[in-house]
């Protein structure tokens, strides 16, 4: 089965063709990430207005980069126009996320659906980084380009934990199977991902998305002087939610209190990283204890931490417990993983468009 995505969340605009939930056929992205590197933080109607031009050239580059791979087998195939044919549905990121770049996706989705006639399933964005599990980063097929010790992803067993940790969310859920989630906990207040950002910011490592910056600096700290200093709020809470914003704070009150104590910022920035790692792992963990499930996944963009990835999988191979994180281009936002979860989940295939709208204000367990 093959499902055309398009993914229009954020400041990303991306579209990808894939096999069976699984396979990659062809994917394209184009990001207005630079403009929003000037102004400091994402626009929202800046990223809205590039996605508009976007839209059009990335859906059809990706039908012609699909066309290359599909006529490789299939001699019929000369060009995107005979890829349409071969499109079984369309799939389109519905929230959360920005409401003016939601619409561009779902509208353009909507459109190509009459069409083409073809039927289009919604996707919550959230639902969709997890399964950037399920697939590897190029077209190879299933586990085509597998590292050394990673699972492929046929050996998903299900219940599994999953820790959805990205810049606007972190989230604990049972996975029981496709489709059917319970909710562990959540964040009450900041996200990892949007503390890391901030806090990269208040150290001038980065005024835009700095995370990344946060960490690549942190591993530069060979000696943490300051280890235990920050806050690992609500770390042996007896329940799976998280809280961050006081660790911005904290952040804060140390470097004023350090300012004329001469401590490095890489030193900084590791006892950060260890405070928000040191708290998801021990939750995560938790949970996957509590709930003796045999699988664990790792999702969201904040999934590409290598001190989160490397100590979630330690955790696991002393429990026995199956890890599972996406390749880090599956991390970011991209419309692969979206063709993936539609895959998986059909339930809104036969859904009216007219009952198929932006909804910013999703949550981890809607439209599942």
């Known amino acids: 089965m093959l499902i055309l995505g398009i993914e229009t969340s954020c400041d990303e605009t991306a579209a990808a063709l894939v096999e069976d939930g699984v396979r990659e056929i062809s994917s394209v992205i184009a990001s207005s990430q630079e403009i929003h590197q000037a102004t400091g933080g994402i626009v929202p109607e800046v990223a809205a207005r590039k996605q508009v031009e976007f839209i059009v050239p990335v859906i059809e580059q990706t039908l012609k980069k699909a066309a290359d791979v599909l006529g490789e087998r299939d001699k019929s195939i000369k060009g995107y126009r005979d890829v349409i044919s071969k499109i079984d549905a369309l799939a389109v990121t519905v929230g959360p996320g920005l409401i003016g770049s939601l619409l561009v996706g779902v509208e353009a989705a909507k459109a190509l659906s009459v069409a083409w006639n073809k039927p289009l399933i919604p996707v919550n964005h959230l639902i969709g980084h997890i399964y950037g ?46 489709g059917d989630f319970d909710y562990l906990g959540g964040t009450l207040d900041d996200a990892a991902g949007e503390a890391f950002d901030k806090t990269a910011r208040l150290l001038g490592l980065g005024k835009y998305l700095g995370g990344p910056l946060l960490s690549k600096k942190a591993a530069e700290c060979t000696h943490n002087s300051l280890i235990g200093r920050l806050p690992r709020s609500k770390m042996h809470d007896n329940d799976y939610d998280f809280s961050f914003s006081g660790l911005k704070t904290a952040v804060v009150r140390l470097v004023d209190s350090l300012s004329m104590g001469g401590v490095p910022v890489e030193v900084i920035a590791c006892e950060f990283e260890n405070a928000v790692v040191d708290v998801l792992v021990h939750k ?24 989160l990835r490397t100590r979630l999988k330690n955790e696991c191979e002393e429990l026995g417990v199956r890890f599972f994180v996406p390749p880090l281009k599956l991390c970011s936002d991209n419309a692969i993983y979206i063709a993936s979860a539609a895959y998986f989940n059909q339930g809104g295939s036969d859904r009216p468009l007219s009952e198929i709208n932006a909804d910013p204000s999703l949550g981890v367990m809607d439209l599942r």
């Open 284 to 307: 995560t963990m938790r949970a996957v204890k509590d709930y003796n499930v045999p699988t664990l996944l790792l999702a969201g963009g904040v999934a590409a931490n290598i001190q």
């Open 133 to 178: 599990n399920f697939l590897r980063e190029t077209s190879l097929g299933l586990g085509g380009n597998l590292k050394p010790g990673e699972e492929p992803p046929k050996n998903i067993k299900f219940p599994a934990v999953v820790l959805i940790v990205s810049g606007g969310h972190t989230d604990l859920v049972l996975m029981k199977d496709h």
